[in-house]
C-alpha cells in the first residue's frame, strides 16, 4: 500500500466541509452524517457550508467512442460520491445479526480461523491480502484483472472505472451502521499479531470490526464485474470471496466479519440495481467493454496471485481462500 490508508481506512474516511468521518479500513470514516449532492453537503451538521476540496474529475474520453465521461464530486481525496444517499443505503444494523458473543460456538470458529491463517503471516498469500487492502485508485482497479482477463484503467475502460470507485463509496459506508453499533475489537488487539499493513495499525484500532468494509466492496464489485464478464463470473466471484479472505489473513478481521460484509455487500448491489443513474452507467459500462479492447493483466502478477490462492487461507470450507 506504499504507506496509503484505505480510502474508508480501514473503514472509510469522508473528508466534507469541516467534518472528517472516521471508519478504519475504508477510505472514509464517518462520524458526520452529511452527504454530497451537486457540490453541496446535504444534511448533517454542515448544512450550507459547502464543501471544502470538492474535486471535479477532468472528463475523459473513450477511445473510439468520442462521449465524455460524466464528471462526479468527489467525497474525499480520491474517492468518488456514491450513486446513494444515506437513507437510501443498506441498513447494516437490520441486515447483520449482532457479531458472536464472548464464549460462544461462533466466536470459537472466529479465534480458530484467526489461529489457522497466523501460519500464512509473511508468505504468498499475505503479500496478496495487502495488495487488497488498498482501496484507492488506480491501484485498487488491479484488484479483477486476472479475474476478467483484461486490465481495468482510465485511459481504456474510463466508465467501468468509474463505476467501480462509485461503488466503493456505496459499499463501505453501508457498513458503518454495525461498525458504530458493536464496535467490534480486531483480531490483532486480542492476538497482539502484526497485520499486513502496519502503517493503518492506529486507525484500524478505532474503527469497529464488525462487518468488513472491504469485504462488503470487494463482494459488490464481484456481483457488478460478473453480469458484465458473466462469461467469467466464476473466476470473478471467486475473487471477490479471496478479497474479502485476505482481510482474515491480513489480521485485522474475523471470519465473521467477512462473511457478514459479504451480506451487505450484495444488499448494496441489489439496492443500485432500483437506481436510474446506476443502470445507466452500468450499461454505459457494457457498451465500453464491447467496443473497446482493454490491455491484458500483467501475467507475472496473475500467475502470482494464482500460486498465492492456491494456499487454502484457514477458512473453515475451501471457497474462501
Known amino acids: 500500500m506504499n504507506g ?49 476540496g470538492v474535486v471535479l474529475l477532468l472528463a475523459s474520453v473513450v477511445p473510439g467512442m468520442g462521449a465524455e465521461v460524466e464528471a462526479v464530486p468527489e467525497i474525499r481525496p480520491g ?6 444517499e444515506p437513507a437510501s443505503r443498506p441498513d447494516s444494523t ?5 457479531p458472536p458473543a464472548p464464549g460462544s460456538q461462533a466466536e470459537a470458529l472466529d479465534l480458530a480461523v484467526s489461529a489457522r491463517v497466523s501460519t500464512l503471516r509473511d508468505g504468498p498469500r499475505w503479500r496478496l491480502a495487502a495488495q487488497d487492502a488498498e482501496l484507492h485508485f488506480p491501484e485498487a482497479a ?13 485511459a481504456h475502460t474510463p466508465r467501468l472505472h468509474r463505476l467501480l470507485r462509485r461503488i466503493l463509496a456505496d459499499a463501505g459506508l453501508a457498513t458503518y451502521g454495525a461498525k458504530r453499533r ?24 478505532e474503527d469497529g470490526s464488525y462487518p468488513s468494509g472491504h469485504a462488503a466492496v470487494g463482494w459488490a464489485w464481484a456481483l457488478v464485474l460478473a453480469e458484465l464478464v458473466p462469461d ?3 473466476r470473478i466471484l471467486a475473487r471477490g470471496r479471496a478479497f474479502g479472505q485476505s482481510r482474515v489473513v491480513c489480521n485485522v478481521h474475523w471470519q465473521s466479519d467477512v462473511v457478514e460484509g459479504l451480506v451487505v455487500g450484495a444488499a448494496v448491489v441489489a439496492r443500485l440495481h432500483a437506481d436510474a443513474d446506476f443502470r445507466r452507467d452500468l450499461e454505459a459500462a457494457r457498451r465500453e467493454l464491447a467496443s473497446v479492447a482493454a490491455p491484458p493483466p500483467d501475467r507475472a502478477q496473475c500467475e502470482r496471485e494464482v500460486a498465492a490462492l492456491a494456499v487454502a487461507s484457514g477458512a473453515p470450507w475451501p471457497a474462501f481462500r
Open 4 to 52: 496509503r490508508k484505505a480510502p474508508w481506512v480501514v473503514g472509510p474516511r469522508l473528508r466534507t466541509a469541516g467534518c472528517v468521518p472516521r471508519v478504519a479500513g475504508l477510505p472514509w470514516r464517518s462520524h458526520c452524517n452529511g452527504w454530497i449532492r451537486g457540490g453541496t453537503v446535504m444534511g448533517g451538521p454542515h448544512v450550507g457550508n459547502g464543501v471544502a
Open 79 to 84: 474517492i468518488l460520491a456514491g450513486y446513494l
Open 94 to 98: 437490520v441486515l447483520v445479526p449482532p
Open 142 to 154: 488491479g484488484a479483477f484483472a486476472c479475474a476478467l482477463g483484461f486490465a481495468v484503467e482510465r
Open 182 to 205: 458493536y464496535a467490534r475489537q480486531r483480531p490483532f488487539l486480542r492476538n497482539g499479531a502484526p497485520i499486513c499493513t502496519p502503517e493503518s495499525r492506529a486507525e484500524l484500532a
Open 232 to 234: 467469467r463470473a466464476d
